[in-house]
């Protein structure tokens, strides 16, 4: 009979042999322009680029860069030769959205929050040791990439990261830390270890976490986690406002409240 260990051997063959590395490099060369996007802020790309940071050699990002160019998911400038991701790829978060329970019981609830002191409203969801963002209803006057769902901020120096990773299991906690890159993004950032792991023992305890200037300058974050019916949080309700308009006094009186009642109302429901 074989050993425990041997049936897992035999498992883990087995699931690399339906691996399709040929689609994975694919998928390397979509996600090269948010790589080149998030490091230098390129918009398009030359072949050179795309090989360099899709870490293929230039036959083969050529091939899959080409295919991808036929099925209408880039498109290329006549003049400068250079890359960019088509329209066609919007077709896919649409997907996304019209099968996620998830967000579609949280919408209406996120709106409805949003419309009491007429801020900005994001839902966010634990992606590795990012918070990505899934929906944003945006109020305040800000940049035009802060409007867009679908972005990515490290969940280590946000308030919705933070009260995620407060409701999920220790080894999980640390192996998200351990991972990343804790850099900061402001001056205000929080980077050491040992303060992280403090910001979210008190999420826990507290329910919800306002992060001061972590992500932004000037803004002042407020989150709660949405939690399944095991108690771990599946995604989390984060409300930024910003200074001088807002004090972090006023945020814990007014908007703390809110984002934790919000939180619930969709916690209640999955």
């Not at 035999?10 to 390397?28: C, D, I, P, Q």
């Not at 083969?60 to 290329?76: D, I, M, V, W």
């Not at 050491?192 to 200037?213: F, M, P, T």
């Not at 000037?218 to 949405?226: C, K, L």
Request: with cysteine; charged share 20%; glycine share 4%.
């Amino acid at each position: 009979m074989p050993s425990r260990s041997d049936k897992l051997q035999n498992a883990a063959t087995e699931h690399r042999s339906l691996y399709v590395a040929s689609l994975e490099k694919g998928f390397r060369v979509l996600q090269a322009f948010r790589t080149a996007q998030r490091q230098l802020g390129l918009k398009e790309l030359s072949l050179t680029d795309i090989a360099k940071f899709a870490e293929l050699d230039m036959s083969a990002a050529q091939r899959f860069t080409n295919t991808l160019l036929e099925l209408g998911y880039l498109t290329k400038d006549a003049n400068t030769r250079r890359y960019r991701p088509a329209a066609a790829l919007a077709d896919f978060y649409y997907t996304f959205m019209m099968s996620n329970q998830l967000t579609e019981t949280a919408m209406p609830r996120l709106i409805s929050a949003s419309k009491i002191y007429n801020t900005t409203v994001n839902f966010g969801e634990l992606v590795g040791t990012d918070l990505l963002y899934t929906i944003r209803l945006p109020h305040e006057k800000t940049s035009y990439r802060l409007t867009l769902p679908g972005r990515r901020m490290p969940a280590f120096c946000t308030a919705g990261g933070i009260t995620i990773l407060a409701h999920r299991p220790k080894h999980e906690v640390e192996a998200v830390l351990q991972a990343s890159t804790l850099d900061p993004i402001t001056p205000h950032t929080i980077t050491s270890l040992r303060s992280i792991r403090k910001r979210i023992l008190d999420a826990r305890r507290n329910g919800y976490d306002i992060g001061v200037e972590q992500a932004h300058m000037h803004e002042i974050s407020t989150a709660a986690a949405v939690l399944n019916s095991d108690g771990m949080a599946i995604a989390a309700v984060q409300i930024p406002v910003y200074m001088p308009n807002w004090t972090v006094e006023e945020a814990k009186k007014k908007i703390m409240p809110l984002v934790i009642e919000t939180a619930r109302s969709i916690s209640g429901l999955i």
